[in-house]
């Protein structure tokens, strides 16, 4: 039975409710008071930057992190008093998949593939290439594309591939191999000492996929897209997780299962003795 939690979340649209479906009124609130037990250690697991991640908590009243994995993970940062600390040894580590190539070196690899559109500079870093793509495009062939780009350049990447659901365009995110949302939880599980059975993540979308079909207990909030529950439970599956994943549910649930109330519904699913803390179940 789990008695403390390492609670990793998504941000935009798995707790911050700018999708297109409604949000409880006050999952939130409860979405708080859980984050304010003793027992919990939050982690906001997000593509966005550092800066992004201060205007997202003060626009929506969201809970302060103890820690947040930023830029699709590629940087971890430790919540301390009036400031964040950059977790160094996680660049350190990351860096030794782009062998010794630079962000520039990569961009001008991928020149070739027209349908590529850079995102804007405040989206990139030194281990994040990040570009727009049209959602009529041909995603399948152009990844594969850019995946043996990358490795005649020798570069061992991530592709990870999402949408922009407000703006409905394709993202692309390249990054090292073991840079992704799932591989910086990983890490904070070990540096922090947790087990298994104390992590639990919440997403929504194309690049939680890794975290959501992984060992890593997991739950896809009720609002996210019908193709990526279908991915995730077919992943899921195929890897021998399923077990580990939960969708919420809109229906049966006293908050629904939008946003931040589907975070609470995988809680009380997951870690029931701490949802019994709350009335959650």
């Not at 594969?144 to 592709?159: F, H, I, R």
């Not at 995988?266 to 959650?280: C, Q």
Request: glycine share 8%.
């Amino acid at each position: 039975m789990t008695h403390r939690l390492l609670l990793c979340t998504d941000l935009d649209r798995t707790i911050i409710p700018n999708g297109r479906q409604p949000e409880h009124p006050d999952a939130r609130e409860r979405f708080r008071q859980l984050c304010g037990l003793p027992a919990v250690k939050l982690v906001y697991v997000t593509g966005r930057h550092l800066q992004l991640v201060e205007q997202a908590i003060a626009d929506y009243n969201l809970p302060e992190p103890d820690y947040a994995i930023t830029d699709v993970g590629t940087r971890i940062y430790l919540r301390a008093p009036g400031e964040w600390i950059e977790m160094l040894p996680w660049q350190k580590q990351i860096a030794t998949d782009w062998r010794g190539k630079t962000h520039g070196q990569l961009q001008q690899a991928l020149n070739r593939f027209p349908q590529l559109t850079l995102q804007e500079q405040s989206k990139q870093n030194d281990f994040k290439l990040s570009y727009y793509l049209p959602l009529g495009a041909d995603r399948e062939k152009l990844l594969k594309e850019v995946e043996n780009q990358l490795t005649q350049l020798g570069v061992d990447a991530s592709l990870i591939w999402s949408i922009d659901e407000p703006e409905q365009i394709g993202l692309l995110d390249v990054l090292p191999r073991n840079a992704t949302k799932l591989h910086g939880i990983e890490f904070l599980q070990q540096y922090l000492g947790y087990g298994q059975h104390e992590v639990l993540f919440a997403g929504d979308s194309g690049n939680d996929l890794p975290v959501l079909v992984s060992s890593i207990r997991s739950v896809l909030v009720a609002n996210a897209d019908p193709e990526i529950k279908q991915q995730a439970l077919q992943l899921a599956k195929q890897n021998g997780y399923a077990e580990s994943l939960y969708l919420a549910r809109q229906k049966n649930f006293p908050l629904g299962g939008n946003y931040s109330a589907g975070v609470l519904q995988g809680v009380a699913f997951f870690a029931p003795k701490i949802g019994d803390k709350l009335k959650l179940s």
